[in-house]
């Protein structure tokens, strides 16, 4: 019973990781304080995530495409943890 509770975690995780790019590519729509506690957490947990991205594909026309593919390599990352845990049950 104890690993439908962990993989409902780790599930959880990963979609609030999603959440959290989603929010940042909102964020850079926005005028905001990149002080602001909140917007710096936002920044802190995604950017090693975007960071490597952003390295392999360039802007285009002045569009980042970098969070379309973090956000799929995410999902993608999570479906195969979760599989993986739902395998040793």
């Not at 850079?28 to 960071?51: C, G, W």
Request: hydrophobic share 60%; with cysteine.
């Amino acid at each position: 019973m104890a690993i439908y509770q962990i993989v409902q975690i780790v599930n959880m995780a990963f979609n609030v990781l999603v959440w959290l790019i989603i929010a940042r590519c909102i964020l850079s729509f926005v005028r905001h304080n990149p002080y602001q506690p909140l917007i710096k957490f936002v920044y802190d947990v995604t950017e090693p995530i975007m960071a490597p991205f952003r390295r392999l594909i360039p802007a285009a026309g002045g569009l980042d495409f970098s969070p379309i593919i973090a956000v799929l390599a995410v999902t993608l990352i999570q479906k195969i943890v979760v599989e993986l845990l739902y395998a040793l049950v």
